[in-house]
Structure formats: structure tokens, C-alpha cells
């Protein structure tokens, strides 16, 4: 994977961190249009970014790095900034996908 494919894995990912961020003020605050247009507008952003991800490195390796780094970075601000709590189980997953995702960015296909 280039530098240029990881800085839009890099930024897709913070745009999709931010998108699920606003979703949740939304949810918290009094839902009001001004979060909903921001989280619409920043998921949409992230998939226009993933689409130029998507034709560099291929739809399988970057929706399945999108998705599991997703997946970690959502978790994180989920666990410190809305203090919500994961079981063992979903530990567990999070700790597979960090696997996941380095067999799939050590081990590219030839």
C-alpha cells in the first residue's frame, strides 16, 4: 500500500470518526438539524474519500481496512470520550481485528 493510499485511509477513517461523533451528539443533545446535516455531510465525505481508496488498492483490502480500523477508532472515542463500556467478548473481537488488520497490511497479495 503507497503513502498516498494510507493518508486516505488516514483521513477517511478521521472523517467516519467525526461522522459517528456528531451522530452521537446528536443522539445525546436535542436532536436538531445542524448535527444531523454534519453527520451526513462527513459520512458522505468519508465514502467519496473511500472510493478513491477503493480504486488505488482494490474493494476487498480497502473496505475490509476502512471497516476494522473503523471499527478500533469508533470503539476508542465510544470507551473514552462517551464513556461507554464493551464486554469481554467484544474485547476480544476488537483484539482479532487488530490481527485482522495487520495480516492484511503485512501480507499483501502478490
Request: charged content about 5%; cysteine-free; aromatic content about 8%.
Amino acid at each position: 500500500m503507497s503513502a498516498f493510499s494510507l493518508l486516505l485511509l488516514s483521513v477517511s477513517t478521521a472523517t467516519f470518526v467525526g461522522a459517528a461523533s456528531a451522530a452521537k451528539t446528536w443522539v445525546l443533545l436535542q436532536p436538531n438539524w445542524r448535527w444531523l446535516a454534519l453527520t451526513l455531510i462527513l459520512y458522505t465525505l468519508g465514502n467519496l474519500i473511500m472510493l478513491r481508496l477503493i480504486r488505488d488498492v482494490g474493494m476487498a483490502v480497502a473496505i475490509s481496512l476502512s471497516a476494522i480500523i473503523q471499527l478500533i477508532a469508533i470503539n476508542m472515542v465510544a470507551l473514552v470520550v462517551f464513556g461507554e463500556k464493551v464486554s469481554a467478548a467484544q474485547g476480544a473481537g476488537l483484539a482479532l481485528a487488530i490481527v485482522a488488520v495487520a495480516l492484511i497490511t503485512l501480507f499483501p497479495s502478490h
